[in-house]
């Protein structure tokens, strides 16, 4: 039992790098393609357990604590004069988080390798000094990341959709009132496969489409039955369950089956699945912002892996539905407005191209490390409540 646990714990683990990497490959493609020039790039925080230096200096590593990585480019965090002496670092809480720069590691390297110490030079240097890149490009690789993880979540989603399929439910039993007649006339064994004239399937389930219903209102179900598709109404009102709990409901209890999408409904539905997806978890946001939410509905990066872990422990659907949810959340989360995420630094950007130059880089850079201090404190604070509270 432990080291069936402890394979779920290291395939969440996995699940999690694999992410990470995504996000920070985002931020690589772009930056090679716009020729910037780039430092590091690192799985993980803290000590290195494997590097790889190319020969055009750019630094490929593997660090121990699995809980994040960074894509680190030339001059970034600092200011022009600063960035003239020492490579800056990209940070985000999950995709990248703030590394120092050119801190000497045990093996006697540098974390980041140094810009050239003078402007003509590091002009000469591929790419430049990050900061000197115009504000369109910066963009472009801000949103990389991001956009790597939504291209990701799609090609995730399409797996999950060809591999598993769609909700189906079938009714498992229709409760009685106290004379003993039927709420319903559904049968156990009846598959539902429209409400209303609207289909079931990928992007519609049998919940959405009769969650608004109101109590006392009709809503025409098609169903399969022995074979041959039938229509029959169900209203929506006071109902008494088997073990006597009374609700608002139609008076039946489903069972959640899977039915078998084929190649091009996959391909099809894959993008407008992520889409839904991504929408649920903006909101999702929006109602932690406003209250609706409490924050220790959250879970911080340890909390994550063991959520994982109890998911992908309890049925293997689950992992194919969690890799979309996460690449889904992961894009989100970064394009947040939120000091030291790729969003922020978006708006600030935007903002220097708007008005032709920059905000103080050295305010921008503050805000920023406010904003990692404050992400990291909140997750710390989450895991430690979900520790202490589950």
């Given at each position: ?5 402890l ?9 999690l ?5 995504i ?7 772009a ?13 993980g925080?803290?000590?290195?357990i ?5 020969k ?25 004069t600063e960035a ?16 120092p720069?050119?801190?000497?590691d045990?093996?006697?390297?540098e974390?980041?390798a ?6 003509t030079?590091?002009?000469a240097?591929?790419g430049g000094?990050f900061v ?10 801000f949103?990389?990341g ?6 990701s979540a799609?090609?995730?989603s ?5 591999v598993?399929?769609?909700a ?8 009685t009132?106290?004379?003993?007649s ?17 289909k ?24 399969i039955?022995?074979g041959?598709e039938i229509a029959?109404d169900?209203t929506?009102?006071?109902?008494t369950?088997?073990e006597?709990n009374g ?7 489903t ?7 084929g ?8 993008v ?5 997806m991504?929408w ?7 109602k ?7 924050l220790?509905n959250l879970?911080?990066p340890v909390?994550?892996v063991?959520?994982i ?7 293997w ?12 959340n992961?894009?989100?989360?970064n394009?947040?407005?939120?000091p ?8 600030f950007?935007?903002?220097e191209?708007a ?9 921008e850079?503050?805000?920023h490390?406010?904003?990692?201090i404050a ?16």
């Open positions: 039992m432990f080291f069936e646990s394979g779920y714990i290291i395939l969440a683990v996995l699940i790098l694999l992410m990470i990497m996000h920070e490959a985002g931020h690589y493609a930056g090679k393609l716009l020729k910037f020039k780039i430092n590091e790039f690192s799985i925080f803290g000590p290195k494997l590097q790889k230096r190319l055009n200096g750019e630094l490929f590593s593997l660090r121990a604590v699995p809980l994040g990585g960074y894509c680190a480019f030339a001059g970034e965090g600092e200011t022009f003239q002496t020492k490579a800056g670092a990209d940070g985000e809480i999950f995709a990248d988080a703030p590394a720069a050119n801190k000497t045990s093996d006697g390297g974390i980041f140094d810009a050239p110490a003078n402007k030079a590091a002009k240097a591929e000094l000197e890149q115009k504000p369109w490009k910066r963009l472009i690789v949103f990389a991001a956009g790597f993880n939504l291209i799609v090609v995730f399409f797996i999950f959709i060809l598993v399929g769609y189906s439910p079938s009714v498992d039993a229709v409760f009132d106290a004379g003993g039927p709420y319903c006339s559904l049968i156990s064994g009846d598959e539902i496969i429209a409400v209303n004239g609207k079931i399937g990928v992007t519609r389930s049998f919940e959405e489409l009769t969650d608004k219903v109101k109590e006392g209102e009709t809503v025409s179900l098609t169903v039955r022995a041959k029959i169900i929506k009102k006071p109902v369950d088997a006597g609700y608002v409901g139609f008076g039946i209890m069972a959640r089956g899977y039915k078998k999408a190649f091009g409904q996959a391909l099809a539905s894959s407008p699945f992520t889409a839904k991504s649920t978890i903006l909101g999702v946001f929006g932690l912002i406003t209250g609706q939410i409490p220790n879970s911080g909390g994550t063991t959520q872990a109890d998911l992908s422990h309890q049925n659907r689950n992992i194919l539905i969690l890799l979309p949810l996460i690449a889904s992961l894009a989100v989360f394009l947040l407005p939120f030291a995420l790729d969003g922020s630094k978006m708006v950007t935007a903002v191209w008005r032709g130059k920059p905000v103080n880089r050295k305010i850079n503050m805000i490390f406010v904003g990692i992400i990291l404190g909140l997750v710390v604070t989450i895991d430690l409540i979900s520790l202490f509270t589950r």
